[in-house]
């Protein structure tokens, strides 16, 4: 190699990047399966030389070199196509010759992901596998004086409502009056987040839409999904199945125009409406669909040009003030459909949860109140947002159900938390601590994509790449070249699947704390930790 | 699992009789604690059915703190069972001073009050004596209210009513008894934590864990009714739900096992009450309980009850004959107490039943939840 071969500060090896590509010349077919499907192009055919000196026995005649070339894969070293680890390669290799390996100690890259001034910009959730969560124990388990019950056998009774739920001196009080009642809807606990059509891939829609359908009329479970920001199929506002949907709306409006053409034409009420104010991923901030998957059908569902970036401002920017803002949205969403809808908002788990809370308290329309902690997971945001942003969610989730509880309102406003659910794939668990803790009911996103799609992300960097439309498994892209690599209806099937699943586990861990008639919303005297901080911090039980 | 048993009589009868009934079905680790209720008293505390009656136990400084507190308040002594047993009491009761049931003639102006407003004013003094006994410990108070005497102690309670001569005293003769032999399995032993409790006429008793404790008792605290307070016991949230409902919400006791146990959606598609009973279920679903539970219970008016949670893992039967019936959580119990009634008769409540016996004690009025409901508003 020459001593001056130009090496800048932004030269990397492969040993500088976090996932290194191992390929086993000797396995390899050199079908080139892996190059075609990597979606970063982090690899590529490589032409190789190789030299062998050959030296003859006895020293009569020199040494001699012979040179041969052969044909394989090399890794690019380029931060623009630094491998994600997907593994995309190892599925389709035929003989197993090809796999991503992750090396801790190589961090150089982090400093090089933002060329020409760009921070980077990611999918997914926060690089922390800790959960604490995942922590929290359940102990209330008396074996003297309760008989701890069949989880398979015993009836349960595991819905929940949404919506305003009045006090009981009002309750009597309006039904005395025959006076407008709040309306309010009794669901599964576990609810599908908030995931747009223009985030996911119309197959992953479809395949969701179609699981939930199943769950709630095959099986009798009132399971609901949320739509997400950016609208919804005119076909599904139109169809009797709307029911089984919770319709968002957000700061930027996207698809609103599509929901409100389609109301007098709707056959059912759709189950809910929820403003999104903010998201635990990225709080403060708004939505963002990059340009990449702003197809012809994205923009034509969201009213705006194709091939452009969509950005939701963080606030309602036609609006004075938070509180104001969901005052009026509040009372606008409910009067579009007659104050027949709940409608409630979402924000991001932060400081200002409380006064949010307390606003919504003394709005008798208000049908509740969505949090999301710093784990939820995003399409698109910053990097340093997912990474370094946002409230953790037990905490959160705790302060506004202790408050409820000091104003006599718990379970008249419901509390729905998210982000980080399932994170390490305890979504029982998960959820019934945040149950517990105070939840109505929990929301997911990310799971779903993992359990029900095979979404690649982990919590560890992999993949990552939601917002760039070229999600290998087609989950969250809008070209259907990839997006068709994912079956409608093997999705729907594992939606029902996991929630088959989830309804086991949690009733094994609600049974022998002998619950079994109403869920354990902030049944807190069962929870304990081993962290004392946490206890003090949660009013959970300190154990050791 | 405690025992529960209650008789509901015409004529007064000695509670020794129920405590007899417990004696019968006692097992296990039965036996660290009684709890009595009287309502319907005889002797000359039927004279006074209007003059609330305090009972507890006090030290001698606490009965003269007693006196400067009531006296001060304007209350005044009309007729009172003072006892303070000389024997030494059984194994494992202690020592206290004198069991106390004081019956006082109201204040001037107290006439002037509503029903409501009087009752907040008792309970409150209850609490606030309460309390000043759990400063010093001269003073054990249980309840303040008319027609009404409630004793507590911890021990075997066949030997604790033997030791307190429950059986010569005429004067504390009840018409309505519900007694608890405690079966203390999990907390310690405090006696504000033994049953049965008692609310502003309202008195229930139950066995068994109540496992949504927590979020019940936090929702009544957060109503700010006075006497919301307490809950040294799981069990305790029982009574003040009967209470909250029939006083606060002013519904039939029959609502009371549509609020604690509510109906699923299946079965309440069909019920002539559908609209109503929907919007209960709703509104209070905080105040669901999920047992294992028997709830036997009375209330103002002399009307007993007894209901199940859901699960109906804790027994209960009820029987008796024209003039008495019985509420037992075992049948050998309502055997020993009621012998020569019709057994046939005997009702086991069932999940959705309540079991339902009136001042006349003529008959047992079963009540399904899938029945209709008297008019509630």
Redesign the interface.
């Known amino acids: 190699m020459l001593s001056n071969r130009p090496i800048t500060p932004s030269t990397l090896g492969v040993k500088d990047l976090p996932w290194q590509i191992e390929w086993d010349k000797d396995l390899c077919t050199q079908c080139g399966r892996c190059t075609s499907v990597c979606p970063v192009n982090a690899i590529e055919l490589g032409v190789f030389r190789k030299r062998d000196i050959k030296t003859p026995i006895g020293l009569k005649t020199k040494a001699t070199n012979e040179y041969s070339v052969f044909y394989g894969i090399r890794q690019r070293t380029d931060p623009a196509y630094g491998c994600i680890g997907c593994s995309m390669c190892n599925m389709v290799c035929p003989n197993n010759a090809i796999r991503p390996n992750r090396d801790e100690g190589s961090t150089t890259l982090k400093f090089h992901s933002d060329r020409g001034g760009n921070p980077r910009t990611r999918g997914g959730r926060r690089n922390s596998g800790e959960s604490l969560l995942d922590q929290i124990k359940f102990m209330r388990i008396s074996m003297l004086t309760d008989p701890a019950l069949d989880a398979g056998r015993h009836e349960f009774n595991l819905t929940t409502l949404l919506g305003r739920v009045q006090s009981p001196e009002e309750g009597m009080k309006t039904f005395a009056e025959n006076g407008w009642k709040p309306p309010v809807r009794e669901i599964y606990p576990l609810v599908i987040g908030g995931m747009s059509f223009g985030a996911l891939s119309p197959n992953m829609w479809e395949g969701l839409q179609m699981g939930v359908a199943y769950l709630n009329e095959e099986l009798g479970m009132p399971v609901r999904i949320s739509t997400g920001e950016g609208g919804c199929p005119p076909r599904l506002l139109r169809s009797r199945f709307l029911k089984y949907v919770i319709l968002q709306v957000a700061s930027g409006y996207f698809g609103w125009d599509e929901i409100i053409h389609a109301i007098p034409e709707m056959k059912v009420d759709p189950c809910a409406i929820e403003i999104k104010y903010g998201q635990g991923a990225k709080p403060g901030d708004g939505g963002l669909l990059m340009w990449y998957k702003v197809n012809k059908l994205i923009a034509a569902i969201r009213g705006v040009p194709q091939g452009i970036s969509l950005p939701s401002p963080p606030t309602h920017q036609t609006q004075y003030s938070i509180e104001e803002s969901v005052a009026k949205m509040i009372q606008s969403m409910s009067m579009a459909w007659g104050f027949r809808v709940p409608v409630y908002p979402k924000i991001s788990a932060s400081s200002t949860s409380l006064a949010v809370l307390n606003n919504l308290t003394r709005n008798p329309y208000a049908a509740g109140l969505a949090i999301d902690g710093e784990d939820g997971g995003t399409g698109a945001a910053y990097n340093v947002s997912m990474n370094h942003m946002g409230h953790p969610i037990a905490s959160n989730l705790r302060d506004c159900y202790n408050a409820l509880v000091q104003t006599g309102k718990q379970n008249e406003l419901p509390l729905i938390a998210g982000g980080g659910i399932g994170k390490s794939g305890n979504l029982a668990a998960n959820a019934a601590a945040l149950i517990m803790l105070g939840a109505s009911m929990v929301q997911v996103g990310k799971y779903v994509m993992q359990a029900a799609a095979g979404c690649l992300g982990s919590e560890k960097d992999r993949c990552n790449v939601c917002n760039l439309g070229i999600c290998p498994k087609g989950i969250t892209s809008q070209d259907p070249r990839l997006y068709r690599r994912l079956d409608p209806e093997k999705v729907a099937e594992r939606v029902v699947d996991f929630y088959l699943s989830f309804d086991t586990e949690l009733k094994k861990i609600i049974a022998p704390l002998g619950r079994s008639t109403s869920l354990p919303i902030g049944m807190a005297d069962a929870l304990g930790i081993s962290d004392r901080d946490a206890a003090d911090r949660l009013g959970i039980k300190y154990v050791v | 699992?405690c025992r529960l048993f209650a008789l509901t009589s015409r004529d007064p009868i000695s509670p020794m009789r129920a405590i007899d009934a417990l004696n019968v079905m006692k097992e296990g680790h039965d036996g660290s604690g009684v709890g009595l209720y009287l309502n319907g008293l005889s002797g000359p505390f039927e004279e006074l059915k209007d003059c609330p009656i305090l009972s507890g136990i006090f030290t001698e400084a606490g009965l003269r703190r007693l006196d400067q507190f009531i006296m001060d308040k304007g209350f005044k002594s009309k007729f009172s069972i003072l006892y303070t047993p000389h024997t030494p009491p059984p194994v494992g009761t202690p020592v206290r001073g004198t069991y106390a049931a004081i019956a006082y003639s109201v204040p001037r102006g107290w006439e002037d009050m509503t029903e409501a407003e009087q009752g907040v004013r008792l309970v409150q003094m209850r609490l606030d004596l309460k309390k000043m006994g759990e400063e010093t410990g001269d003073m054990m108070v249980f309840s303040f209210w008319p027609d009404t005497i409630v004793i507590k102690e911890v021990g075997d309670p066949l030997e604790i009513g033997q030791y307190l001569l429950l059986d010569r005293n005429k004067d504390i003769y009840a018409r309505r008894i519900l007694a608890q032999g405690r079966q203390n399995?999990?907390y310690a032993i405090n006696l504000y934590a033994c049953h049965p409790f008692f609310i502003e006429g309202v008195a229930s008793m139950t066995n068994?864990?109540n496992?949504?404790?927590?979020?019940i008792k936090?929702?009544l605290e957060?109503?700010?009714i006075t006497g919301y307070s307490g809950y040294q016991s799981d069990s305790e949230v029982f009574t003040h739900i009967a209470h909250?409902a029939t006083k606060?919400?002013?519904l039939d006791i029959r609502a009371y096992k549509h609020i604690i146990?509510p109906l699923?959606?299946g079965e309440l598609a069909h019920h002539p009450d559908r609209?109503?009973l929907t919007?209960?279920k709703?509104?209070?679903?905080?105040l669901?309980?999920?047992?294992?539970n028997c709830v036997i219970g009375c209330l103002p008016g002399g009307h007993m009850f007894m209901t199940q949670?859901?699960?109906k893992?804790r027994p209960g039967i009820v029987g008796g004959k024209d003039g008495i019936f019985g509420f037992s959580s075992e049948v050998c119990g309502l055997n020993a107490a009621i012998p020569d009634r019709d057994k046939s008769k005997d009702f086991q409540p069932m999940h959705l039943d309540t079991a339902i016996v009136g001042p006349d004690c003529k008959e047992i009025i079963q009540c399904s939840q899938t029945d209709q409901l008297p008019r509630q508003?």
């Open positions: 699992m399995t999990n068994g864990e496992t949504a404790f927590l979020p936090e929702y957060s109503r700010n909250y606060k919400l002013g146990t699923s959606d609209e109503f919007d209960l709703r509104t209070c679903r905080k669901i309980i999920d047992g294992p949670d859901r699960k893992f508003l």
